[in-house]
């Protein structure tokens, strides 16, 4: 059951990635999966909470590089190597960036809130630690953490949509790009 579990939400990670959350419907999803859709529906009972465990899926992986990130860095670098860290992880998986963040809001409000009620996805504890830190020796300015956590994670996002979507647009290097991105954040913070 676990097999066909995690072999579902592979599948419908490639489909959302390549056809988008409104392109997929759950039979097409059974079909690739090659499950009945009363399976697919028995694991998980709509599109929504499909999403949702991919989102727990691809929170996992990520939680647990910004954490190595952490535990591997020196306090005064650690905010910047997180940012990059992140940016890097959604470069290295486009369609997955592009399945979740371009997915219209309206999915993301279905069934009371799922998302932001349930999901861990979006809270990213880790920034509020490395920010107090920097707060607390002066790196970063005074204010609210959570605000400064919601610009910077809105700007990793922007950078990672951008260098993804906006393929056709000439840059040398996007990946020196995004890290001149996230050096002039952090020393906007300053």
């Known amino acids: ?35 009945l859709p009363a399976t ?19 929170n996992i992986e990520l939680t647990l590089r910004l954490e190595n990130c952490y535990n591997n860095s020196h306090e005064l670098k650690r905010l910047e190597n997180l940012c ?35 999901s861990s996805f979006f809270q990213l504890d880790i920034y509020m630690l490395a920010i107090q830190e920097a707060q607390s020796r002066g790196d970063v300015k005074a ?13 990793i996002f922007g950078i990672a949509l951008s260098l993804i979507s906006i393929s056709k647009y000439h840059l040398d290097d996007p990946k020196i790009t995004g890290e001149k991105t996230i050096r002039s954040l952090i020393n906007g913070l300053k």
């Open 143 to 155: 204010g609210d953490p959570e605000e400064i956590k919601n610009i910077i994670i809105c700007t």
């Open 84 to 118: 990059y860290i992140q940016l890097d992880f959604w470069l290295e998986r486009p369609g997955d960036c592009k399945a979740i963040f371009l997915i219209e809001d309206v999915y993301f409000k279905y069934e009371e809130n799922i998302f932001f009620n349930k």
């Open 1 to 35: 059951m676990l097999a066909s579990r995690n072999l579902i939400i592979q599948v419908a990670r490639e489909l959302f990635a390549t056809h988008g959350y409104e392109g997929v419907s759950m039979r097409k999803i059974a079909m690739k999966a090659n499950c």
């Open 40 to 58: 697919l529906y028995s694991l998980f009972p709509s599109k929504s909470d499909l999403l949702y465990q991919i989102l727990e899926f691809i």
